[in-house]
């Protein structure tokens, strides 16, 4: 009997300690996902959908990034975006754009020259507004050699 009981406490143990690690990367704002492929997200409530993008072409770099709020609860969304080159080992915010609306959905698409021999990324702040309530988020383009 004591055996057994043994057992079972370090089965749960051990489920309680992978749950704990899940746990830990859902709130570091990442998806986790298990070896069935059932994913586990985090949940905004005025943050539907965000994104940043970069395309490079020709010496420019040309940032889109957008976010979608709720319909009916979302009253304002405001993005604050940098362009970012990397340069001795660090990024290094070379240009930012702004743009905020009195809507529940807000975009931004500009363009900035950039210099060739370097590596590049978007990173945009995100905030939406319920009232005076305010949820941000930050979301990071992949990277962009030139």
């Known amino acids: 009997m004591k055996r057994n009981l043994i057992s079972v406490l370090m089965c749960g143990f051990v489920v309680l300690s992978f749950a704990q690690v899940q746990a830990l990367e859902i709130a570091d704002g990442m998806s986790t996902c298990d070896i069935d492929n059932n994913c586990i997200s985090p949940y905004m409530?005025?943050?539907?959908?965000?994104n940043s993008n970069i395309y490079i072409s020709n010496?420019?770099?040309?940032?889109?990034?957008?976010?979608?709020?709720?319909?009916?609860?979302?009253?304002?969304?405001?993005?604050?975006?940098?362009?970012?080159?990397?340069?001795?080992?660090?990024?290094?915010?070379?240009?930012?754009?702004?743009?905020?609306?009195?809507?529940?959905?807000?975009s931004i698409n500009e363009t900035s020259s950039i210099t060739k021999g370097y590596k590049y990324r978007v990173?945009?702040?995100?905030?939406?507004?319920?009232?005076?309530?305010?949820?941000?988020?930050?979301?990071?383009?992949?990277?962009?050699?030139?």
Request: charged share 20%; with cysteine.
């Open 59 to 106: 010496g420019k770099a040309t940032i889109s990034c957008s976010v979608y709020g709720y319909q009916g609860i979302t009253t304002r969304v405001k993005i604050d975006a940098k362009l970012q080159q990397y340069k001795n080992g660090k990024w290094v915010s070379i240009d930012t754009f702004s743009k905020e609306s009195n809507s529940y959905r807000v």
């Open 45 to 50: 409530d005025y943050i539907s959908h965000a």
């Open 123 to 146: 990173q945009a702040t995100i905030k939406a507004y319920s009232g005076s309530a305010v949820e941000t988020r930050t979301v990071t383009s992949s990277e962009a050699k030139y």
